[in-house]
């Protein structure tokens, strides 16, 4: 199966064939990938060179290993548009079933930037809202949200265990209307590695989006971290 003349290496050339066993289904998700040891024999080549291909695949994320037991076929990552809508609102379209866990809940006079950005006046309390975000009960992403306790004086925890846009827009009637987002890779901290349920170091991605109403008054500054291992973010782009 390998082409020893080539100057394609050969853990690149094992890696082509695993990743297209993944790809086509001839791996199956959750279910383990042949051992080191049977991959070295069927290839004839050595475990450092398999070993190699597999670490690639599982940096890629389209293969996980677990301590003592073998490797094995991650779930696809969810490809998420890069548009405004709610996490609810982006789970039920998919068909996973959305949930959350409350960290924190707490109204207080934010840092000087959260008011920058949410141009408020000194003094101006905000609600911080700090939730883990589940999808079929696996955590996605942690999001601390600020909102201006003026626009939102009533917010509640009861409001805040579903979906806060169905509350900005539905009983507050407000319109999110636009919004402003940076991305970044960073490491996760440990607090957000416990949160999400994954090793350090590993990569996460920090989103960073100010929502505006109709009227460019700031309603949240929202600020997430998203499980790098199972979200990739996409946007069409025209030209
Ligand atoms: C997304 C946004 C957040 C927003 C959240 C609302 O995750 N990045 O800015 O707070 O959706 O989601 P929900 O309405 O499900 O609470």
Same mark, same amino acid.
């Given at each position: 199966?390998?082409?020893?003349?080539?100057?394609?290496?050969?853990?690149?050339?094992?890696?082509?064939?695993?990743?297209?066993?993944?790809?086509?289904?001839?791996?199956?998700?959750?279910?383990?990938? =042949?051992?080191? %040891?049977?991959?070295?024999?069927?290839?004839? !080549?050595?475990?450092?060179?398999?070993?190699?291909?597999?670490?690639?695949?599982?940096? *890629?994320?389209?293969?996980? %290993?677990?301590?003592?037991?073998?490797?094995?076929?991650?779930?696809?990552?969810?490809?998420?548009?890069?548009?405004?809508?709610?996490?609810? *609102?982006?789970?039920?379209? %998919?068909?996973?079933? =959305?949930?959350?866990?409350?960290?924190?809940?707490?109204?207080?006079?934010?840092?000087?930037?959260?008011?920058?950005?949410?141009?408020?006046?000194?003094?101006?309390?905000?609600?911080? !809202?700090?939730?883990?975000?589940?999808?079929?009960?696996?955590?996605?992403?942690?999001?601390?949200?600020?909102?201006?306790?003026?626009?939102?004086?009533?917010? *509640?925890?009861?409001?805040?265990?579903?979906?806060?846009?169905?509350?900005?827009?539905?009983?507050?009637?407000?319109?999110?209307?636009?919004?402003?987002? &940076?991305? *970044?890779?960073?490491?996760?901290?440990?607090?957000?590695?416990?949160?999400?349920?994954?090793?350090?170091?590993?990569?996460?991605?920090?989103?960073?989006?100010?929502?505006?109403?109709?009227?460019?008054?700031?309603?949240?500054? !929202?600020?997430?971290?998203? &499980?790098?291992?199972?979200?990739?973010?996409?946007?069409?782009? &025209?030209?």
């Amino acid at each position: 199966m390998l082409d020893k003349q080539s100057p394609v290496p050969m853990y690149a050339q094992i890696e082509d064939y695993l990743k297209n066993q993944i790809l086509q289904g001839g791996f199956v998700i959750g279910v383990a990938i =042949p051992s080191e %040891r049977e991959l070295t024999d069927t290839f004839g !080549v050595s475990r450092m060179t398999v070993r190699q291909s597999i670490t690639n695949l599982v940096n *890629e994320g389209l293969l996980y %290993r677990e301590k003592g037991r073998g490797t094995y076929v991650a779930t696809p990552k969810i490809e998420q548009p890069l548009s405004l809508t709610s996490f609810t *609102e982006d789970m039920l379209s %998919r068909g996973m079933k =959305p949930s959350n866990k409350l960290v924190s809940f707490e109204k207080m006079i934010p840092e000087i930037d959260i008011a920058q950005e949410l141009q408020l006046a000194k003094g101006e309390e905000v609600f911080i !809202v700090k939730r883990i975000r589940y999808a079929d009960d696996k955590p996605m992403a942690i999001e601390r949200s600020y909102l201006p306790v003026k626009l939102v004086p009533d917010l *509640e925890l009861n409001n805040i265990e579903g979906s806060l846009y169905s509350f900005i827009e539905k009983d507050k009637r407000l319109i999110i209307s636009h919004a402003s987002q &940076r991305m *970044e890779a960073v490491l996760v901290k440990k607090e957000d590695a416990e949160f999400l349920q994954i090793s350090m170091p590993s990569a996460v991605l920090m989103i960073e989006r100010i929502s505006y109403l109709t009227n460019d008054v700031p309603i949240e500054i !929202v600020r997430s971290t998203y &499980r790098a291992d199972r979200y990739k973010f996409i946007s069409e782009i &025209r030209r």
